[in-house]
Nanobody
Framework: QVQLVESGGGSVQAGGSLRLSCAAS????????MGWFRQAPGKEREGVAL???????NYADSVKGRFTISRDNAKNTVYLQMNSLKPEDTAMYYC????????????????WGKGALVTISS
């Protein structure tokens, strides 16, 4: 049974930084696509950042230049470094993995984590 477990959420002030981690278990192969989505209260889920097994990255326009996604294929783990955080980044962040495609606007995701809450205060 595949599980994605997020860690690293929390509360910071605007301008601060947080780092999310997601460890995948129960899957012997390498996920082609891993990354992060978020959902704010009253809004639809949106793609934030995705990375494929070749290291190619894809970001939502709203986070470009502030967030950095990376992965450790040997550990089946994906990370999201979030800098210069804004109140509008407040959301539940979900780890995701799948066989692709691997674009935040067009993706093939098979597995989801339970989420990590990120709260940014002004």
């Amino acid at each position: 049974q595949v599980q994605l477990v997020e860690s690293g959420g929390g509360s910071v002030q605007a301008g601060g930084s947080l780092r999310l981690s997601c460890a995948a278990s129960g899957y012997t192969n390498r996920f082609y696509c891993m990354g992060w989505f978020r959902q704010a209260p009253g809004k639809e889920r949106e793609g934030v950042a995705l990375i494929n097994s070749d290291g190619e990255t894809n970001y939502a326009d709203s986070v470009k230049g502030r967030f950095t996604i990376s992965r450790d294929n040997a550990k089946n783990t994906v990370y999201l470094q979030m800098n210069s955080l804004k109140p509008e980044d407040t959301a539940m962040y979900y780890c995701a993995a799948g066989g692709g495609p691997c674009s935040v606007y067009y993706y093939g995701i098979n597995f989801w984590g339970k989420g990590a809450l990120v709260t940014i205060s002004s």
